[in-house]
């Protein structure tokens, strides 16, 4: 069997300063939340950026900046920059950094879909920014756009530069559109997909769910052909990753996915999620990758070739 890559996904673009004080919002707030969860064990760090000031996402490649070196300075994690931001953001505006600085990974979602949090908003009586409120609400409006030529220039624009992707899929035909892509030959034989689930618009976060994507994966590409993680919103996210642990796959947690630890209580920090979920593949009998491990486990190119 081999060793389980761990992936922490930092802050994200859903969760708004309002729901969690821990949330990292500043570029020093990413940074160091990045260097804890690289320490307690993820090899990969999914990064998004967020206005200092407030808390909204942003594409700004110099916000970006102002962490991406940091942490490549003070970890040897494998930095993945996400191509999503926020369902608010243009194609232009959400592929900026990852233009800029190309990087080892980047997320990479293969369809457009409804994307919604409205929910959250019945749960919160007092916001702390302004522009938080609307944001929520508004979400029942909001389509992320990745269409069949936004992903295609995504490949061409960062598969030209050496990075790979992970393949983000909300529902089954996110598989199809992969395997589309792998016919025209745009993206090629060991890539790595990120099943999700539990996200309004997605597909649910039911167990039966997971077992018939795995099983879909499998029948489209080969079993020995792809490399696969899973994640879930909210209060799915250790239960999911805990049976695709069991199914020997690779994970990836962190307060982008879900800002709580157990039911009813926040989490504090990235690295307790990374922390909790090593405990328990080490339990499960896993062995945990090291960043090294999963560069060669992912066929990434080294972050000797990152622009930053």
């Known amino acids: 069997m081999s060793k389980i890559v761990i992936s922490c996904a930092i802050t994200g673009g859903v969760h708004t300063p309002t729901m969690s004080e821990y949330l990292p919002i500043t570029p020093e707030q990413i940074a160091s939340e990045s260097i804890a969860a690289a320490?307690?064990?993820?090899?990969?760090?999914?990064?998004?950026?967020?206005?200092?000031?407030?808390?909204?996402?942003?594409?700004?490649?110099?916000?970006?900046?102002?962490?991406?070196?940091?942490?490549?300075?003070?970890?040897?994690?494998?930095?993945?920059?996400?191509?999503?931001?926020?369902?608010?953001?243009?194609?232009?505006?959400?592929?900026?950094?990852?233009?800029?600085?190309?990087?080892?990974?980047?997320?990479?979602?293969?369809?457009?879909?409804?994307?919604?949090?409205?929910?959250?908003?019945?749960?919160?009586?007092?916001?702390?920014?302004?522009?938080?409120?609307?944001?929520?609400?508004?979400?029942?409006?909001?389509?992320?756009?990745?269409?069949?030529?936004?992903?295609?220039?995504?490949?061409?624009?960062?598969?030209?530069?050496?990075?790979?992707?992970?393949?983000?899929?909300?529902?089954?035909?996110?598989?199809?559109?992969?395997?589309?892509?792998?016919?025209?030959?745009?993206?090629?034989?060991?890539?790595?997909?990120?099943?999700?689930?539990?996200?309004?618009?997605?597909?649910g976060a039911d167990l039966d769910n997971l077992m018939f994507m795995k099983q879909t994966a499998d029948r489209l590409f080969g079993a020995d052909s792809y490399e696969w993680s899973v994640l879930a919103a909210g209060r799915r996210q250790m239960p999911f990753v805990t049976q695709a642990g069991l199914m020997g796959g690779h994970v990836r947690v962190g307060l982008e996915d879900s800002i709580f630890i157990e039911r009813g209580k926040l989490a504090v920090s990235n690295a307790q999620q990374v922390q909790k979920i090593k405990r328990i593949l080490l339990e499960m009998g896993h062995e945990i990758a090291t960043p090294k491990e999963a560069r060669e486990i992912l066929g990434l190119k080294g972050s000797d070739r990152v622009e930053f």
């Open 39 to 203: 320490e307690a064990g993820a090899a990969v760090i999914h990064l998004h950026a967020r206005v200092p000031e407030a808390g909204e996402p942003t594409g700004d490649p110099d916000v970006y900046n102002r962490f991406l070196p940091v942490i490549k300075q003070q970890t040897d994690a494998v930095i993945n920059i996400t191509t999503g931001g926020s369902p608010a953001m243009t194609v232009g505006d959400r592929l900026a950094a990852a233009e800029r600085f190309q990087p080892e990974m980047c997320s990479l979602n293969m369809g457009s879909m409804n994307f919604s949090f409205f929910p959250a908003a019945e749960r919160i009586k007092t916001w702390k920014h302004p522009w938080e409120e609307a944001y929520v609400v508004n979400s029942d409006d909001f389509i992320f756009r990745n269409t069949f030529r936004d992903i295609a220039y995504i490949l061409e624009t960062l598969g030209g530069v050496g990075t790979k992707f992970e393949h983000e899929c909300y529902d089954v035909s996110h598989l199809y559109n992969l395997a589309h892509f792998l016919d025209r030959g745009l993206i090629k034989e060991n890539f790595f997909i990120q099943m999700i689930f539990g996200v309004l618009g997605g597909i």
